[in-house]
């Protein structure tokens, strides 16, 4: 059963605009949540990250959300750009980050950002 | 540079060859992680390292799968008797400490044929 889910496989965004991307997670012992964008044939780059103790974190166009109690985190990008078509992963760690268990992640969703 | 570097990049080998895989971790960091991305899948948590203590083996998909890391640096990830499935793009990423961000290697192509 897959722990942390990213819905969307793909997303459309023109630039300039707002992109946002959505993950959900059903381990109520996750306590550490991540970001991850990929470029092909790259490993993933860490953009961001969140505790459970917070609800938001911001540096500077990349802004995470936790909504603890709906098990939701969401990535938003503003203003997009070219350069930010990727490949955006979610993680999820239950000992503040990563540890023994290392980090649960997404599938992905595949940004696609238009001129 | 002074990232995390895997070796080799790409691995070309025939079913039932033993390969081995190669990481150097960000020189200082004392954690060190494998996953492994199967096409149009997510990472796949497969062992953890802190420093020089001997691993959790239970995140390993099968007695084929060995890992070792020497002197609390390097790290290899060996696969016997290789199957089909074991294709798949093989990171290692590596931490400062395990509370704080990995940062990934850009992992090994494995293709068996």
């Known amino acids: 059963d897959q722990q942390v889910k990213q819905n969307s496989p793909s997303l459309s965004v023109q630039e300039g605009r707002i992109s946002i991307l959505n993950c959900d997670y059903t381990n109520s012992m996750f306590d550490y949540f991540l970001w991850y964008k990929k470029y092909p044939a790259e490993g993933p780059t860490f953009l961001i990250s969140?505790?459970?103790?917070?609800d938001k974190n911001e540096d500077g166009r990349f802004t995470v959300f936790l909504n603890k109690s709906a098990k939701h985190l969401s990535l938003h990008i503003v203003p997009s750009q070219p350069g930010d078509s990727a490949v955006y992963f979610c993680?999820?760690?239950?000992?503040?980050?990563?540890?023994?268990?290392?980090?649960?992640f997404g599938k992905g969703t595949h940004l696609i950002i238009q001129p | 540079g002074a990232g995390v570097s895997q070796s080799p990049s790409n691995k070309v080998t025939e079913k039932g060859k033993d390969v081995e895989l190669r990481c150097d971790p960000i020189?200082?960091?004392?954690?060190l992680y494998w996953y492994r991305q199967s096409l149009g899948q997510g990472l796949e948590f497969l062992i953890y390292?802190?420093?020089?203590?001997?691993?959790?083996k239970s995140g390993l998909p099968s007695d084929r799968f060995s890992a070792e890391r020497t002197g609390g640096s390097v790290s290899t990830l060996t696969i016997q008797r290789t199957q089909q499935e074991d294709s798949a793009v093989y990171l290692c990423?590596?931490?400062?400490?395990?509370?704080?961000?990995?940062?990934f290697g850009d992992g090994t192509r494995l293709s068996i044929l």
């Open positions: 020189s200082g960091h004392t954690a």
């Open positions: 969140i505790s459970s103790i917070k």
């Open positions: 993680a999820a760690s239950g000992d503040s980050g990563g540890g023994a268990d290392g980090l649960t």
């Open positions: 390292f802190q420093g020089n203590s001997a691993p959790d």
């Open positions: 990423a590596s931490s400062p400490h395990p509370n704080q961000p990995q940062h």
